[in-house]
């Protein structure tokens, strides 16, 4: 089992740039792929970046690739998402998921953080 909590989102103007974290409560994290979500108020929830168990690999939406950075400390148990030159259409709820390595499925979810980019 692995427990997440979101911090970090509030409001900020277009050009701006806030830094998400995902504090994770398994001793066992470094286990763990982590993946940041985001939803949109009347969109579906889409995928923005994902790294893996040992921080190695990572992957990023094509909206956000050069302006999100996603890391991991894994003594901290804690995921990062840096997010910079943030724009409008990146409004939205973010959460962070983890899935156990080898596994396909985000299983445990956090509560989510609300972002807000104002024009």
């Known amino acids: 089992q692995v427990q997440l909590v979101e911090s970090g989102g509030g409001l900020v103007q277009a050009g701006g740039s806030l830094r998400l974290s995902c504090a994770a409560s398994?001793?066992?994290?470094?286990?763990?792929?982590v993946g940041w979500f985001r939803q949109a108020p009347g969109k579906e929830r889409e995928l923005v970046a994902r790294?893996?168990?040992?921080?190695?690999?990572?992957y990023y939406a094509d909206s956000v690739k050069g302006r999100f950075t996603i890391s991991r400390d894994n003594v901290k148990n804690t995921v990062y998402l840096q997010m910079s030159s943030l724009k409008p259409e990146d409004t939205g709820v973010y959460y962070c998921a983890a899935r156990y390595t080898g596994y396909s499925d985000f299983r445990f979810w956090g509560q989510g953080t609300q972002v807000t980019v104002s024009s």
């Open positions: 398994s001793r066992s994290f470094s286990n763990y792929g």
């Open positions: 790294i893996s168990s040992g921080g190695g690999n990572t």
